[in-house]
């Protein structure tokens, strides 16, 4: 049985909320570039040219090889220490893992809720029919692949220009987070970095990664500065621990 912390006056008890808003940094360690940064992916491409609205339709075919690269290498991809440890959270815990990240490493791991606010490599979509979505695995997208409707199938990814669909859910758990961690992210990209704006001032907020982002003065900031594979398994640790002399 999980050992629950009682913070309301029910039998039923209450289970602390962990909110966990993973970027790049994170997986980059399991090996999968990262897009920014020394060898980050846009030294390579350009935005404008493989991950946008305009470059699908000015040049599907090279969008579709950037993207089948991508997938091809996350499914080599392994989780690190740092999924690992977060799967720990659940038997305490509440645990949400809002992602920037497109790769399932996260899944692979363990965790059991999961919100990808960029899309995921695994899937394709309907060009024409977004809510056609099929899981393909590792396996590329070509030109003349349809969905059963006939449209060209892309990446389900959420390309710049695009609107976010999972943003909204994301706001409402961070605005309901006990404890809210951020890791591996420069809290650069909106509307992902903003979401530290719905968490409450008083809830608990840890910020990992090597180089720690600047943030205005939010009230309860916890820096914590290194490697998300060698930091989150220690904070996941004392999180865990905190609850055992709770109980």
């Known amino acids: 049985m999980p050992c629950i912390i009682c913070t309301t006056t029910t039998n039923l008890g209450y289970m602390k909320r962990i909110v966990i808003l993973t970027g790049a940094g994170i997986s980059a360690e399991s090996g999968i570039a990262t897009f920014r940064g020394s060898g980050g992916l846009w030294n390579n491409y350009r935005i404008e040219d493989v991950a946008s609205p305009n470059a699908w339709r000015r040049n599907p075919r090279l969008v579709l090889a950037f993207y089948n690269q991508r997938r091809a290498d996350a499914a080599k991809a392994q989780p690190n220490a740092a999924h690992k440890a977060l799967c720990e959270l659940e038997t305490h815990y509440q645990v949400h893992v809002i992602t920037q990240n497109v790769d399932d490493l996260h899944e692979r791991a363990g965790t059991t809720d999961v ?6 490599l695994r899937e394709a979509r ?3 029919y977004p809510n056609l ?15 059963s409707k006939g449209s060209q199938l892309r990446p389900n990814i959420v390309w710049f220009g695009e609107e976010v669909p999972a943003i909204s859910r994301a706001a409402s758990l961070s605005a309901a987070a006990d404890i809210f961690v951020v890791i591996g992210t420069s809290m650069q990209v909106y509307p992902a970095a903003s979401l530290i704006n719905y968490v409450p ?11 720690i982002p600047n943030l205005p003065a939010f009230r309860n900031i916890h820096a914590m500065q290194g490697k998300a594979s060698v930091i989150v398994p220690q904070l996941v640790q004392q999180l865990l621990d905190a609850v055992q002399k709770k109980s």
């Open 115 to 120: 919100w990808h606010l960029h899309g995921k």
């Open 201 to 211: 001032i008083t809830t608990p907020k840890y910020i990992i990664d090597p180089h």
């Open 133 to 147: 979505i099929y899981d393909i695995g590792a396996k590329p997208i070509n030109l003349g692949d349809v969905c």
């Open 126 to 128: 309907s060009s024409d």
